[in-house]
């Protein structure tokens, strides 16, 4: 194996997206990671530009060029793109200068995962929502039923008002 296939191999192993451009907006670097996250299917080699490469995801190449117009690396940054497929994907993502020994800038680079799946969904609001379509109307029906047709004793008609009450509370207070 070549160095240049060790490098290209480490590249590939990394388990989050790398797109890396020269100061010019040519895309050097799109890792395996970064293709499968963005949905394409085939390598981008050297010769395409930015505004080319990522023409469905102008949100990546605004930060690109941003990035360096200012050379300022950013960390723990959020956006929201489309990938080729048309999924809505949330990223997490940290911009990179990169500079040759004597300190002037090379390139930059972006480095980014799908943090998608791990949007909080609040398990609160799902019980809450399924407490108010099925529990709470089906629970206030039973209630009524039993005491408009007289079928229950006094202490069910006591314990089905409660019920009632308890129920009346917790939408007014928890589920609204």
């Known amino acids: 194996m070549t160095v240049i296939g060790l490098h290209e191999a480490v590249l590939d192993s990394l388990p989050g997206g790398l797109i890396v451009i020269d100061l010019d907006g040519t895309v050097l670097v799109l ?65 990179l200068v990169f500079r040759g020994s004597d300190g002037e800038p090379l390139g930059v680079g972006m480095i ?14 799902q019980f809450i929502d399924l407490v108010n379509r099925y529990f709470m109307p089906l629970t206030v029906v039973m209630v009524l039923a039993a005491l408009m047709w007289g079928a229950a004793e006094s202490w069910e008609k006591y314990t089905a008002g409660g019920i009632l009450c308890g129920l009346v509370a917790f939408n007014y207070f928890v589920a609204w």
């Open 31 to 95: 890792n395996k990671s970064a293709r499968r996250i963005l949905g394409f299917e085939r390598r981008h080699g050297g010769e395409n530009t930015l505004a080319k490469v990522f023409s469905g995801q102008p949100e990546l190449a605004h930060i690109l060029t941003e990035t360096v117009g200012n050379l300022a690396e950013v960390n723990r940054k959020e956006i929201h793109v489309l990938n080729v497929r048309g999924e809505n994907l949330l990223l997490g993502y940290g911009t």
């Open 112 to 125: 980014f995962q799908d943090i998608t799946r791990f949007i909080p969904v609040a398990l609160n609001i």
